[in-house]
C-alpha cells in the first residue's frame, strides 16, 4: 500500500488548486508532435539514421472543467531520440516492407498528468520497436500503416522513486495518408492515426487507458528540397485508467484527459551526393497546446536531422 499511496498524493499535488482538487490522469508513451508534415508517407528504400531533439516547457496545468492551475516551479522535459530506420525493396501486400527501433533517452520520468514531478537523472528510456511498417505509393496519395511496442526497459519504480520508464509494455497500431493535393505534387496534407493500449505497470495492478492520437499536418514542396507548413497533432484518453483503487480517479466525473497542438514546420532536404543516394534531411516544428483537458499546457519544439545512409 506504500506505493499507492505516494502515486495518490503525487497525483493530487500535480493538480492542487487554491478552491478544490482536479484529478490527473495516467499518460502513455505517444508523445504529440514527433510527426508533422508528409506522415503518412514512408521514405524510399534505404537507411536512415535519425536523431529527435524533443523539448517540452509548460507553466499550467488545466483542470477538467477548463480552470489553469499556475505551476510553482515550470516543467521541462528533453528528450534525445535516436531512431533507425530501414526501408527494403521487400514487397509485402504489395507495399515496401521496412521496419524501426528507436533508443530514447529523456530527463524525465514521463507519468502523470504528462510527468513525474520527481525530477531524474538522465538515462535509457523505453525502448520502442517497430517490427513491420508497410508503404504504399499511389499517383496521389501515400498511405503507410505500422504496428510498434515499447518494451519496459527504462528504470521505474512503483513509489515513484525515479527512472526514466513507465514499467509497461505499450503497443501501438497505426494506419495514416499523405494526400497530394495537385499532380505535381507540391501541395500536400497528411493525417497518421496512432492507437496505443498497454499492460499492467511493473510491481502494480495499474493500467493506463488506451489513448488515441493523431498527428500530421499541411503544407508545400518547394524545388523538391524545401518543405513549409503547419503541424498538428490530438491525443484523447479513450477509456479510463484501471488499478489505482481510488475510485474518483478512474472514473472522472470531469471526462478523460485532452491536448491538441499546432504550429509551423519548416523541413529541408541537403543531398550528399548528385544522385540523392546519400541525404541530410534537417525538420523543425514549434508546436502551441490549446483544448487541453486534466493535463499539462506549454509548447513543444521537436527538431531532428535525418542521414539517409545507404
Not at 504496428?147 to 513507465?166: E, K, N, R
Request: some cysteine; proline content about 5%.
Amino acid at each position: 500500500m506504500s506505493h499507492m499511496r505516494s502515486m495518490v498524493l503525487l497525483f493530487l499535488a500535480c493538480l492542487a488548486l487554491g478552491s478544490g482538487t482536479a484529478l490527473a490522469q495516467l499518460s502513455g508513451e505517444n508523445i504529440g508532435g514527433d510527426f508533422g508534415m508528409k506522415s503518412g508517407s514512408q521514405p524510399p528504400p534505404g537507411a536512415y539514421l535519425t536523431d529527435f531533439i524533443y523539448t517540452y516547457d509548460a507553466s499550467k496545468i488545466v483542470g477538467g472543467q477548463g480552470q489553469e492551475i499556475n505551476l510553482q516551479s515550470p516543467l521541462r522535459i528533453w528528450a534525445n531520440i535516436p531512431l533507425l530506420w530501414v526501408v527494403t525493396d521487400k514487397k509485402l501486400f504489395g507495399a515496401n516492407y521496412s521496419y524501426m527501433v528507436g533508443f530514447p533517452i529523456p530527463n524525465l520520468a514521463i507519468e502523470a498528468p504528462r510527468v513525474d514531478l520527481k525530477k531524474s537523472a538522465f538515462g535509457f528510456g523505453d525502448l520502442y520497436v517497430q517490427p513491420i511498417n508497410l508503404g504504399w505509393h499511389k499517383k496521389r496519395a501515400d498511405i503507410m500503416a505500422w504496428y510498434g511496442f515499447y518494451a519496459p526497459t527504462g528504470g521505474y519504480s512503483p513509489s515513484g522513486g525515479g527512472g526514466v520508464g513507465l514499467g509497461m509494455w505499450s503497443h501501438e497500431v497505426a494506419v495514416g495518408s499523405t494526400f497530394y493535393l495537385n499532380e505535381k505534387k507540391t501541395l500536400h496534407a497528411s493525417v497518421l492515426p496512432q492507437l496505443e493500449f498497454h499492460s499492467k505497470k511493473k510491481g502494480s495492478d495499474v493500467k493506463v487507458g488506451d489513448i488515441l492520437t493523431i498527428e500530421g499536418g499541411v503544407g508545400k514542396t518547394s524545388k523538391q528540397i524545401l518543405d513549409v507548413g503547419m503541424a498538428y497533432y490530438a491525443q484523447w484518453k479513450l477509456t479510463d485508467d484501471s488499478g489505482l483503487a481510488l475510485p474518483a480517479l478512474v472514473q472522472n466525473r470531469l471526462g478523460k484527459n485532452r491536448n491538441y497542438g499546432l504550429g509551423p514546420e519548416v523541413s529541408l532536404l541537403l543531398p550528399l551526393t548528385k544522385d540523392f543516394s546519400k541525404l541530410l534531411i534537417f525538420d523543425i516544428k514549434y508546436l502551441f497546446e490549446t483544448g487541453t483537458k486534466l493535463d499539462t499546457k506549454g509548447q513543444a519544439l521537436v527538431v531532428s536531422f535525418t542521414f539517409k545512409l545507404l
